[in-house]
Each structure stands twice: as C-alpha cells, then as structure tokens.
C-alpha cells in the first residue's frame, strides 16, 4: 500500500483523520495496486503444478517485495528480502528458508531505509531500491555495511532495477521510476501522458574497486508511443547477449504484458504477452547458457496462486507456464543458477503473498516443462 508522509497534527486530530478514512473505505494503493483479485483457479490458463521446495515463515507485518541471493566463499546461501512495511531487509537461509536475521530500520541514514522495494545482488554487493528516500542504497556482503547511494537527485518515485558489469571497471545500474500524474477519486495514481513518459528509467554507473563510493547518472530513456510506452513500471531485466531489455507494463487499462527493449532503452516494436497475462505482468528472471541458449520467466500475479510464464531466450516463444501450490500474489522473483548443496542445477525464488518466500528448484521446473536441467543437457 502507498505510503503518505504528512505534517505533525494533533493526536486527536489523527484519530479523526484515521476514523474518516475508515468510514468512507478509501484505500491508498500503489500505482500497481488494483481493487481487483484475479484468481488462477478461475482463469483457465494451461498450466503445470510444482510444489515448492520450501516457504519461509509468514510474517504478515513485514510487507515483503523482492528477493536476491548470494553465495558465499564457503557455499552458505544467503537470500535476502526487502519488507516495505517495516524498512529493513529479511535475511533467509537460501538452502532451507529458516530466518537468519533482519536487518535495518526506518531512516535515511546509512544502514537504514525507508519503503526498501527492488533489491539485486551483483558480485559481492547488494543494491537497494528506497522508494521513499528516492535512492539506490549499495551495501557489502556478507556484513551489509553500507557502501553509500546514489539517485537522490533523479528519482521521484523508483521500485525496481537491473544491474550489470559495464566494461569499465564497474556496473551499470537500470532503475524504473513510477513516477505519477496525479491521483483520482478513488485515490487511484495516474499515469502522466505519453509524452512525459521518455524518463522512466534512469542510468548510472557505479565504481566497485576501493577507495571512496562513486556513482554517475547517465540519463533516462522511456518510449513515448502508444504501442512502447511504459505506463506502470516495476521489473525489467537485461540480457547482454541478445542486446534485450524486459520490462513488465503493469497497466490493466492499456494491457499487462513485457515489452521488448534494447539495451539502449529502444523499444524494439515486440510486446509479450499482450492478452496471455491475465492479471499483472510483474518479477522478471532470465536462465543463460553460453552459447546464448536459455529461458526467460516472467510473472502473472494471481492473488491464489502466481503463474510463471516461461519463454525461449532467443526467439522468445511462449514455452509454458507453471504454478506452486501455494505461493500466490508475487512481486519479485530471483533466479540464482549457480549449484548449492540442495539445489544442484539452481532455484527459483518468488515472493509469497508480501508475507514470505518460496523456493522451487530448478530440476522440478525443468522436468515439469521440458526444459532443460544445465546448459550441458
């Protein structure tokens, strides 16, 4: 839910605002939030059935978004998850999903966040969307001490992002940006017209060696025609072998789909999806090969259970979909390929229902789909 930062009143003065609220049953939602509950159970997509290898425990009060993994020198997986509600990071055993830890507080100082939304694990560092700081906050695994941030300046209203080696020394960081036109009577976000929508995503580079923190912005891009536009931005994910860029559009009222991108912020004229997702087109995850081979998954949020999509990498035909048997209402998602001690061929990882993450490993997808197991069969 959207969160509202507003001047110091009275506590009686709040107690009436909040019993006004309650009596008129206004509900304040982010621009990918809808009043509607589209159901899988009911939307007769054809679908395989995958139990989850684990789920961790619910924790309604966290609001969690997104999830990122990373492996340590020594095969310990940490997988980590931003909590909206509570401003801090949820930090999961990744082979078993026991709760190791949480991290962070609400603030702007460093090691703290405000409304954490998108999150990447890349190399040894973790970066974190700040919807309400408007940054990208940069910490170091596996302490999670902070690094510095970057995208104050730029940032209205950021949620997800994509992050890549740059060829330079350093990393090239994509973050979408909702920023909005407006609200209407139901307190529903606008989206502003087509022609403001040429900055929806921003570009930075980012050092990684040592010394001081430094990052640079690099400028926007967003298409501005009908068929291009990005009218709800969330997830997008980058594949440097084919020159392509996924980005989810999360607007009902045009189409939820996946637009195809370049790199360069082009679009490519090739929408996915388009009438194949039937509630929200929203995580984004890419499986590689070396020889360029591979699958894309993307994510139709029923509030029942989530619908994973998955397509050819290089000609992006629709392979098939599938579904656990419980985790439902996903935001983010992560892909993590390389082996663990439970998870040989990899895992695949989707947020629950804002309250939890479940896991399926990679050897059950591949079986349910045909698809393949390494990139050596």
Request: charged share 25%; with cysteine.
């Amino acid at each position: 839910m959207r969160l509202r930062i507003a001047p110091p009143v009275t506590v009686s003065l709040i107690g009436l605002l909040l019993l006004s609220a309650c009596a008129s049953g206004r509900v304040e939602r982010e621009p990918d939030e809808t009043g509607a509950e589209p159901m899988l159970a009911t939307a007769n997509v054809p679908h395989q059935v995958i139990r989850e290898a684990f789920l961790t425990a619910r924790t309604p009060k966290e609001n969690v978004d997104s999830p990122a993994s990373w492996i340590a020198p020594d095969g310990r997986v940490l997988l980590l998850a931003t909590s909206k509600k509570t401003s801090r990071l949820m930090i999961y055993d990744g082979d078993t999903g026991t709760e190791l830890r949480r991290y962070g507080s609400a603030g702007a100082k460093p090691g703290q966040f405000l409304r954490p939304n998108g999150i990447a694990v890349h190399g040894d560092r973790v970066y974190v969307v700040e919807r309400d700081n408007h940054r990208v906050q940069v910490l170091q695994l596996p302490g999670l001490e902070s690094l510095g941030s970057f995208g104050g300046a730029e940032l209205k209203q950021p949620y997800g992002l994509w992050v890549r080696d740059s060829g330079n020394g350093g990393v090239e960081v994509l973050v979408s940006d909702a920023y909005m036109a407006g609200e209407d009577a139901n307190g529903d976000e606008i989206p502003p017209p087509l022609a403001e929508l040429n900055a929806r995503y921003k570009r930075y580079q980012v050092g990684t060696g040592a010394g001081a923190f430094q990052a640079r912005y690099l400028g926007a891009f967003g298409d501005t025609t009908e068929a291009g536009a990005i009218r709800v931005p969330e997830s997008l994910w980058g594949d440097v072998t084919h020159d392509r860029l996924l980005i989810a559009e999360e607007d009902l009222k045009t189409g939820t789909a996946v637009r195809e991108y370049d790199l360069s912020g082009k679009y490519r004229g090739r929408t996915l999806g388009l009438g194949l997702f039937k509630a929200q087109a929203e995580g984004i995850a890419l499986w590689t090969c070396p020889d360029g081979s591979g699958y894309w998954i993307a994510t139709d949020q029923f509030k029942d259970r989530s619908l994973f999509h998955v397509f050819d990498r290089q000609t992006l035909a629709h392979l098939g979909a599938f579904s656990g048997e419980t985790v439902g209402n996903t935001d983010g998602v992560w892909l993590q390929q390389r082996a663990t001690k439970r998870f040989p061929q990899g895992v695949f990882y989707a947020v629950h229902d804002d309250m939890g993450v479940g896991a399926f490993d990679w050897r059950d997808i591949a079986k349910a789909l045909s698809l393949r197991e390494s990139c050596g069969g």
